[in-house]
């Protein structure tokens, strides 16, 4: 009975293919750029102006290469690692989630829901997540430690770091409140 019960449970398995695919908690976008870059900066400026429309598990991080050699060389390994083809080795903007890709966006709802496709079926296990960015980091980092890459998350970018909101206040209310203070006591003498 046992023999009978075992091998029905592997043809079962066989058959139906059990999937070790999980949704994640978290999925990086990653977006290559140049400096100068004017497409990427509309498109960054249109995925910042659009953040409310993109999940919280989805993080966006950017990484400057046109003047920055070191993130360069991790945009070359990354753009041969999922296949671009040589003659687009250079393109930004570069958006990598997993091992899918995009080469070029428009600051339109169209293209930010390919990237959020993208990352979505990360998110809900439909696909199996390989970070192929920082595999391919540590990849170089191995062959050469004083790699350093400069990443920025979008906030960052922006300057959205709510920290640094409340202390810009925080100095402009002290600053406001003591001219205050000076006035109120410079008219009483």
Not at 33 to 39: D, E, I, K
Not at 57 to 74: A, Q
Not at 112 to 123: E, G, T
Request: net charge negative; glycine share 6%; charged share 20%.
């Amino acid at each position: 009975m046992k023999k009978y019960l075992l091998l029905i449970t592997m043809l079962l398995v066989m058959v139906l293919g059990i999937n070790n695919v999980y949704a994640l908690d978290e999925v990086t976008v990653y977006f290559f750029r140049g400096n100068t870059c004017p497409h990427c900066e509309e498109s960054l400026d249109f995925i910042n102006n659009n953040k409310d429309k993109i999940d919280a598990k989805i993080k966006i991080v950017t990484y400057e290469v046109w003047k920055n050699t070191h993130n360069e060389r991790l945009h070359q390994a990354v753009a041969k690692a999922v296949g671009v083809p040589d003659n687009s080795l250079d393109s930004v903007p570069f958006i990598v989630v997993g091992t899918d890709y995009k080469i070029g966006m428009n600051p339109t709802l169209e293209d930010l829901n390919s990237v959020i496709s993208m990352a979505n079926k990360y998110l809900n296990g439909e696909e199996e997540y390989t970070d192929i960015v920082s595999e391919q980091a540590a990849k170089l980092k191995k062959e050469n430690r004083d790699l350093k890459f400069k990443a920025l998350t979008i906030d960052q970018l922006y300057g959205n770091n709510p920290v640094a909101t409340y202390i810009v206040f925080g100095v402009f209310g002290v600053l406001v409140i003591g001219f205050v203070c000076l006035i109120v006591f410079s008219r009483k003498n």
